[in-house]
């Protein structure tokens, strides 16, 4: 994996962007990411954003962090949080940064502390791919969580992507292919998952979870809280 999203992070960081960082995606042209977005001030996040972390409690674990600054705002207010990341780059990133507790791994391969609040922001739950692969995560989730504790999540219905003659009707419609371009050079596909508020509800229900809408915006984001059942 040539991690090109993380580097791009990190040589932002560093002011050594060479622009741009393109997502090629299966429904249009490339998408120009707007990597700057990454660096917001906490004065200039989202409402979906501000809202979520209102909701951070006890020991967090900020799954996906990317360049961390939703674990920085709540270190910086003295709560106790980790960011994760799969990334390299993005933990070196992190480190710079100051975030004093920064864990470079898979969420898949970590299963050795239990958490309070586990967030999975800017469509973090996307990492899992598919239904059946929510499947899995959700499943996996309860190891890292406490009994009592809460799984917050964004992400948002993308069926306006097509019209009825064009929904996939071999897959779940939320269920998209992706790949990086950066600098000249291509990352290696990978999936990644936009699940509707229903659909979200009845796979938590199947795998033993409560689900609860808490924040819609006018974009089709939404934020839900999944609570063990």
Known sequence: ???????????????KFKPPLLLHNEYGPPEVIPIDRYFIDHNEFSELEVFALQNAVGKVLDIGAASGRHALYLQGLGMDARAMDISNACCQLMHKAGIQKVICKDIYSFSNEEFDTLFMLMNGIGIAGSIEGLKQ?????????????????DSSDIS??????????????????FHYEYRGRFDEEFGWLYIDQETLYNVALSQGWTCQIIFTDETDA???????I
């Open 160 to 177: 306006y992507l097509f019209s009825d003659n064009e929904i996939p009707i071999d897959r779940y419609f939320g269920e998209l292919k």
């Open 137 to 153: 995560l959700l499943n996996h989730l309860k190891e890292v969580l406490k009994p009592t504790g809460q799984l917050i999540i």
């Open 222 to 228: 939404y934020l839900a809280r999944l609570q063990r």
């Open 1 to 15: 994996m040539k991690d090109l999203f993380g580097r791009a992070l990190l040589d932002y960081y560093e002011n």
